[in-house]
């Protein structure tokens, strides 16, 4: 062999095997440079956050889909688009909500913190959900997006992918998100990560107990849990 080609296997053997995860916290940056969030609902650290969780299934190549259960107007969404075109991965992009807003509290969403958060409030309706996808011309992609109306507890399973690699749960209350984690059993590929917004909220204490109880019921799974702003994260084994 001669010295140039051992030089230029010595280059390969060091590449950064990081270099595609620093190239994507790089477009993450970029996008949130660029583009604002058109809902109140989700804060730009917390996209960061969410962005930079989903980066790193990119990069490791974890096999299945993206859920957003929960997309209301689009922000949170339109960034995982965004994210999903530039990267070619062929991940599809699966958003479900009630368009009708929030449902019916359950005595586990009672707070003493509070009353807001009532039945019906936080309607976005698909058609302007639709709308920003096609302002953004962030419709009719490879990846979707595959927009479900739908409450989640009668979402059928023909309307889910078999495999995701990728979920954030948006549902703010008890049986939403305890919901959101049921429609996915057995579908969650082994490295993917949960993201639950309102975890940490003293408004929304039900998101925190169904997060709870399932981790407590799938804690042979769980390889990591921790919580940043308002979201708890789940890394899978
Ligand atoms: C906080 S907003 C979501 C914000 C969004 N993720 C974003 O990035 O802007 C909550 C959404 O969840 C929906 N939702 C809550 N519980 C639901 C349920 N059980 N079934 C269907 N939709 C639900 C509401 O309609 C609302 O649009």
């Known amino acids: 062999m001669g010295c140039q080609e051992e030089s230029l296997l010595l280059y390969f053997a060091l ?3 990081r270099k595609n995860y620093v190239k994507m916290r790089k477009m993450v940056d970029e996008l949130l440079k660029k583009y604002a969030p058109i809902s109140d609902q989700v804060s730009r650290d917390e996209l960061r956050i969410i962005l930079t969780e989903f980066a790193k299934i990119l990069d490791a190549e974890i096999p299945g889909d993206v859920v957003e259960f929960g997309c209301y107007k689009g922000t949170t969404s339109l960034f995982l688009a965004r ?16 368009f009708a807003g929030l449902p019916e509290k359950s005595p586990e969403d009672l707070s003493q913190a509070g009353d807001d958060f009532q039945a019906g409030e936080l309607v976005a309706t698909k058609r302007e959900l639709v709308q920003a996808f096609a302002k953004n011309n962030l419709l009719y992609q490879s990846f ?6 739908s409450w989640f507890s009668d979402i ?4 889910l992918p078999e495999k995701i690699s990728f979920a954030f749960f948006d549902g703010d209350f008890y049986r939403s998100i305890r919901d959101s984690f049921a429609k ?5 590929s082994s490295g993917a990560t949960i993201i639950v917004d309102d975890y940490v909220n003293e408004k929304l204490p039900g998101a925190a107990k169904a997060v709870d109880e399932w981790i407590m019921g799938h804690r042979q799974s769980v390889a990591k849990f921790w919580t940043e702003k308002s979201l708890g994260i789940v890394h899978l084994k």
């Open 156 to 159: 059928r399973d023909d309307q």
């Open 184 to 188: 996915c059993a057995g579908k969650f």
């Open 15 to 17: 590449e950064d095997p």
């Open 83 to 98: 994210i999903l075109r530039k990267t070619n991965s062929g991940k599809k992009l699966f958003l479900y909500d009630s």
């Open 144 to 149: 979707g997006p595959i927009i479900i109306k």
